[in-house]
């Protein structure tokens, strides 16, 4: 600074003002305009009025801001005064200016104007996000640093929480299998539990081992041609286009599909299908990454073949292994707490941001496009490079809890962009597309079942068996074939036939198509049945894009509009309304119901209003609703009846047992070929048809199916059996399900796993076919006697190691097979003899040893309700128990009669009886529920409930030993005897286990041998220099160099 800037200057005296002339006042206008726009008197007038009121700071503010603005006006062709004018005039300027040509700034300026930009943007979300779409700097204005904020306070807590929830599943995890801080897991002490864990851990890691070997030798299979560029070495006019093999590239398909037309050659396969069974098994692996840590741990933190290497280890060294990998993803989480908000962006948690966006209030287009604008050029790679990370799928622990869907959605498009620290600069669409296009039905039910039924069932497993199948069988193993047409297959048949009914099957492929007939019929056939949320997703479409297909005025129309307008708030109200359907008013469950069913199809709202029972106990037997609810469940049954008679040629069909009614359960019996095993594919066909999961059908539907149920009592059925035979097998079989229900009863009964009793209703249905054969040509009676005692204690066994089913031929006969219809209704046994189940006449009396079973059968349902009832049970168990003692209790007194020689009890007190238990069983149908809550009320019924169980007992004890002795049973079977029969049963099951694991053994043994010729096969077929000459190949050297 120079000395004359800072030197004083003197002044001089004030000089006093002229006496001037007075200024008219000139009223301002009724609305104010800019003051270059004003005369020169009322400009003056305008400063003169602003300066005696506020003072000349105001004056010089006041016009600094009319000469911007007025440049801003000037400049972007804005025709109004923005200080001045209002919100709807604003709105109304930029509607203009979008209209017109180079507007887009203009209408920046003009929002920028609004004195409460966030709120008006909101209120006119598609306006602003016209001019933001044009202008994106309009998204970064101050206004929107609230949802900024908002959004980095929501993205660093999700991140944190995911970290606190992670570190305590990875020490749950890590207890489970024993490995504990500061103890060497080699030498741990644990228990049989975490030894399980361990080997749990290991199950899954083989498996996913053998996916992973799948998806390699995937790679070796011809799919078609490329062409190439051989080199002639120093002779260009040697160079060529070649044709050269195609092998499989999941992420490139081949120049040209198929060999060359008329060449012969062999080995080739579809590029789509290699790539549906490629995906299949790579959607398994991800799968099990995202619900298993340790195995997460293992293959994301080991090295390559780190799955196959676990999966042969002892448990210690497994133990080790585990340990190993989970204690340094444990590090990695404590290391990134600090750092989140810190080192780690928020910006860069892009998965994050997607969860956040998906719903919420980030959920909005205004506020997505506000976050993307933010978040703008960041990505996940700085996060890998914090944390050391060497790839993007280890940051999982980041971004999502295990065993979530959030998770499953990283693992699959981090790991199918196998994305590294060099490339992991995916951006938010990018994704955002990902995500939404692996969250979406794909339409492929193999897929979709692998997404959603847990990796131990039978049918995901199905669908691994007939990928790895197929591949194999693609590189040339023969004895892939013996999974092909096995009962995996045939399992997966069925529900690919269900899933390609359901009610969004179809919908792409005709709404990719031309015909605008077929693209409303199924929209239309869609929404009537999954609902608007899963006709969106399946569509990949909006709720107003398929409205104008169908049409905005049509009824389909409309109900997609105003699903598109539904609010985040309401759609909420209507899931908090689901979750407490039985406590709304009737006016309200109605239009509850009905809302629910027009957003999320049949089973989504029965799903999320707490399943059939609920929902059509509380409207009601003959609500409307009810009614269409049944019709639409009915439907579901009647295509797999056609579909089983159609696909098994007629050899086989299901029958609708049971009350039918809209508040009652449905019950299917399978009978014919294959019968044990068409009830597990009647089941998969009616929960894909259905959009369910297995596990939900009881839940949702109410549905079960089993076998033939006269499979407990084939004595019963099969013809020219003397009644001497009959009689021995009836008493051998009352003798063994005794001892068997005792030991159900005390404990002692192990139940079979799910794999014994899938191998077992294999062989049970072997030994039906042949049954059948000795039947059909007149076979000896001691072969027929020794089938039907083969196959009712091997199914006794079964149905034992349920907790829902009856477990003696007695109770199968009366209250399955021979229950009796209401007047005027076809009865089961009526229905099963149309299916070719028929009681023979000659045994139509029920024989006192199945009275005694029958009786025996209902021990396993009193027992539970006994046992409730006597530790104080309350509220909906007590409900249960009281509901499960009327019901079974009165079936006794029924089967008992009102004889008192066999009850030891009068005929007026069991009859006295029957009306109690038959009280307890409507009461419990009724206002139960409400009287249990009354302290005395609860008290007086105990009392009676005490006293009816009493003498319930003594007529049970009385009638079975009476029972007993008149069906002339003899001793009891003693434990040694029901051991041996429960081991024959045990090996029955084991040795058809054990056949299947020899075609294993057969398929690796020929897998070992033959894909290391594969392999170099595929070596060999690596193009080389083209070096031949129009007379043979020749030796061609380069040109020398030397002249």
Do not use: C
């Amino acid at each position: 600074m120079s000395q004359r800037e800072v030197d004083s200057v003197a002044q001089s005296d004030p000089v006093a003002p002229a006496e001037t002339a007075a200024m008219p006042v000139v009223p301002l206008p009724g609305r104010a305009v800019p003051l270059a726009r004003m005369g020169v008197d009322q400009r003056a007038a305008a400063v003169r009025a602003l300066s005696a009121g506020a003072g000349n700071a105001s004056v010089a503010r006041m016009l600094s801001r009319s000469i911007l603005s007025d440049l801003k006006e000037f400049k972007h062709g804005i025709e109004i005064d923005l200080p001045t004018a209002s919100t709807e005039e604003k709105l109304a300027e930029i509607e203009r200016l979008l209209g017109s040509q180079g507007g887009a700034f203009g209408a920046t300026v003009v929002w920028e104007s609004m004195p409460d930009l966030l709120t008006v943007a909101k209120a006119n979300a598609a306006l602003f996000m016209r001019s933001a779409k044009r202008d994106p700097s309009l998204l970064e204005n101050e206004a929107f640093d609230s949802v900024r904020e908002r959004f980095k306070a929501a993205v660093e807590g999700r991140v944190l929480g995911n970290l606190q929830a992670n570190r305590d599943y990875v020490t749950a995890q890590m207890e489970a299998v024993g490995v504990t801080a500061g103890t060497e897991p080699e030498s741990a002490e644990t228990t049989a539990e975490q030894d399980l864990a361990v080997r749990k851990a290991q199950l899954l890691a083989e498996q996913v081992a053998a996916w992973q070997a799948g998806m390699a030798n995937a790679k070796l299979i011809k799919v078609g041609r490329n062409t190439e560029h051989r080199s002639g070495g120093w002779r260009r006019d040697f160079a060529s286009d070649v044709e050269v093999p195609a092998l499989f590239d999941p992420d490139k398909p081949p120049q040209i599909r198929g060999p060359r037309e008329g060449s012969g050659e062999s080995g080739y396969q579809d590029y789509d299908a290699v790539k549906g069974h490629y995906d299949t098994l790579d959607k398994a692996v991800k799968k099990v990454l995202a619900d298993s840590p340790a195995v997460y741990a293992i293959v994301t933190h080991g090295e390559a073949g780190a799955a196959k290497d676990l999966a042969k280890q002892d448990t210690k060294q497994a133990r080790a292994q585990i340990g190993k990998a989970m204690t340094a993803m444990g590090a990695k989480i404590d290391e990134a707490v600090p750092l989140v908000g810190d080192d780690l962006d928020y910006r860069d948690f892009i998965p994050v941001h997607q969860q956040l966006m998906a719903g919420g209030p980030f959920s909005g287009e205004l506020e997505k496009a506000i976050i993307a604008r933010d978040v703008e050029g960041h990505e996940m790679g700085k996060v890998l490079r914090s944390l050391a990370l060497g790839a993007l799928s280890a940051a999982a622990f980041l971004v999502a809890e295990f065993a979530t869907a959030g998770m499953a959605t990283f693992i699959a498009v981090a790991v199918g962009i196998t994305a590294s620290v060099g490339n992991a600069a995916i951006s938010i669409e990018d994704y955002l597309d990902k995500a939404k296009a692996i969250d979406a039905h794909t339409g492929d039910a193999r897929n979709d079942i692998v997404t959603q039924e847990q990796v131990d069932s039978a049918l995901f497993q199905a669908v691994m068996d007939s990928a790895l199948a197929f591949i194999d069988g693609a590189v040339g193993i023969a004895s892939a074939a013996s999974k092909l047409g096995g009962p995996a297959a045939k399992l997966l048949e069925a529900a690919e036939a269900g899933a390609a009914k359901m009610g969004t099957a179809g919908l792409s492929e005709a709404l990719s198509g031309a015909d605008l007939g077929l693209k409303q019929l199924a929209i239309e056939k869609s929404l009537g049945e999954a609902g608007i949320e899963a006709t969106i997703k399946a569509s990949g479409k909006s709720a107003e894009e398929l409205a104008t297909i169908v049409g905005k005025e049509s009824e389909a129309g409309k109900r997609l509009l105003a699903a598109g307008n539904l609010g985040g708030e309401a759609l909420e109200g209507l899931v908090a309304n689901l979750a407490d359907f039985a406590k709304l008013e009737p006016a309200e469950r109605a239009a509850t119901m009905r809302a629910a069913i027009d957003q999320f199809g049949y089973a989504g709202a029965l799903r999320r209003a707490g399943g059939w029972k609920t929902v059509t106990k509380t409207l009601g037997e003959g609500h409307p609703i009810a009614t269409e609810l049944d019709a639409w469940r009915s439907s579901l049954v009647r295509d797999m009846q056609a579909w089983m008679e159609a696909a098994s040629k007629g050899e086989s069909k299901a029958v609708q047992t049971g009350t039918a009614a809209s508040t009652s359960d449905v019950d299917l019996s399978t009978v014919g070929r294959d019968a044990a095993q068409q009830a597990d594919r009647a089941l998969e066909y009616i929960a894909r048809r259905a959009g369910v999961s297995r596990t939900e059908l009881e839940s949702v539907l109410d549905l079960d199916a089993a076998v033939n149920p006269a499979r407990m009592h084939l004595q019963d059925v099969v013809k020219d059996l003397s009644p001497q035979a009959r009689a021995a097998i009836d008493r051998e079989a009352a003798r063994f399900e005794e001892a068997l229900a005792k030991a159900r009863a005390d404990g002692t009964f192990t139940p079979l796993s799910k794999e014994q009793v899938g191998a077992l209703n294999k062989r049970m249905d072997d030994w039906s076919a042949a049954l059948a054969k000795l039947e059909a040509e007149g076979g000896a009676e001691a072969e027929k006697a020794a089938l039907i005692q083969k196959i009712g204690r091997t199914q006794a066994e079964v149905l034992a190691s349920s907790d829902t089913m009856y477990g003696t031929g007695g109770s199968i006969r009366t209250w399955v097979t021979e229950r009796a219809a209401a007047s005027g209704v076809k009865s089961d046994l009526e229905k099963l003899a149309e299916a070719g189940v028929k009681v023979d006449p000659a045994a139509a009396t029920i024989w006192p040893g199945q009275r005694f079973t029958s009786i025996l059968g209902e021990g396993h349902f009193l027992d539970r309700a006994f046992a409730a009832i006597a530790r104080g049970a309350e509220g909906p168990a007590l409900v249960g128990a009281i509901k499960d003692l009327g019901k079974h209790g009165g079936r006794v007194v029924e089967i008992l009669g009102r004889d008192v020689a066999v009850t030891g009890m009068s005929a007026a007190k069991m009859e006295s009886l029957a009306e109690a238990l038959a009280g307890w069983l409507k009461a419990s149908k009724g206002p139960l529920a409400d009287t249990v809550k009354d302290a005395a009320e609860l008290a007086r019924i105990r009392g009676e409930l005490a006293g009816q169980i009493g003498q319930l007992r003594t007529a049970m004890n009385n009638g079975t030993g009476a029972l007993r002795a008149q069906a002339q049973l003899g001793p009891a079977l003693s434990a040694s005897e029901l051991a041996g029969i429960d081991a024959w049963v045990r090996a029955q099951a084991a040795a058809e286990l054990r056949g299947q694991a020899l075609l294993d053994s057969l398929l690796s043994l020929e897998q070992s041998v033959s894909l290391p010729a594969k392999v170099g096969s595929a070596a060999a077929a690596t193009p080389e220099p083209n070096t031949s000459t129009p007379d043979g190949p020749v030796y061609s050297p380069p040109p020398s160099s030397t002249p």
